[in-house]
């Protein structure tokens, strides 16, 4: 029954990195870590669960945001040691910091060799009224 | 110079994840870690440089398969701890085992609540045949 589960190849600290993506555009929201109980809920449910490595319990996505993840689908890389989903992003809203996708800095190079990075995405919705303190 | 590399998490071994993205269609190719040395000559030189955890050295990716990665674009998360860049993947192969992406198993669910992990893309070309022994 939870063979695929013992296919995964967790870690020392029983993890893996999900990737969650937006299955209709492609577009890359966040990176979150799994624990076996957050992944067989995510499949069981199809809401998206990872494992809130700061606050050592399992976040499932949306609890306090109304962020909720729908997962339409579920795939593991060649070495069994990365997960990516497939998602709906409810609300448009993947990152804690009120922006659509956590991966809003951008590289920019200078002509020296230097660079920095650079805040390419607004912040849709303010995190104090995202999160309840 | 080199404040945007600073500004990366580094985790205990000194790595971080690196999702590869091609950069016109966004389908995710493949994870790998990189280092600061790595990293620094992605952007350096426009090509997907990682850290080998299994062989404990850099990969420039394609030395010997030619499958080399182009990068136009190269982001951070909100964490600042897992890299994203956008690639165009020369061959279209960017699978050690010789398919396009190395996300090629998908979960299959069954009606009792099971599982298993169905592989969905072919292989294009023999790993034989890509990596002289």
């Given at each position: 029954m939870s063979d695929w589960l013992d296919a995964v190849k967790w870690d020392a600290q029983g993890l893996v990195p999900a990737i969650a993506q937006?299955?209709?555009?492609?577009e890359i929201f966040m990176v979150a870590w799994m624990n076996r109980e957050a992944l067989e809920e995510t499949a069981r449910t199809g809401r998206g669960v990872y494992w809130s490595r700061s606050r050592n319990k399992l976040w499932r996505k949306?609890?306090?945001?109304?962020h909720v993840q729908t997962v339409s689908e579920i795939r593991l890389d060649c070495d069994n040691d990365v997960v990516l989903l497939k998602i709906e992003q409810l609300g448009g809203i993947a990152c804690h910091?009120?922006?659509?996708?956590?991966?809003f800095q951008k590289l920019d190079r200078d002509s020296q060799g230097g660079g920095h990075w650079v805040t390419?995405?607004?912040?849709?919705?303010n995190p104090d009224e995202i999160y309840r303190k």
């Open positions: 937006d299955a209709a555009s492609g949306g609890e306090e945001s109304g910091t009120g922006r659509r996708s956590c991966f390419t995405s607004p912040v849709l919705k």
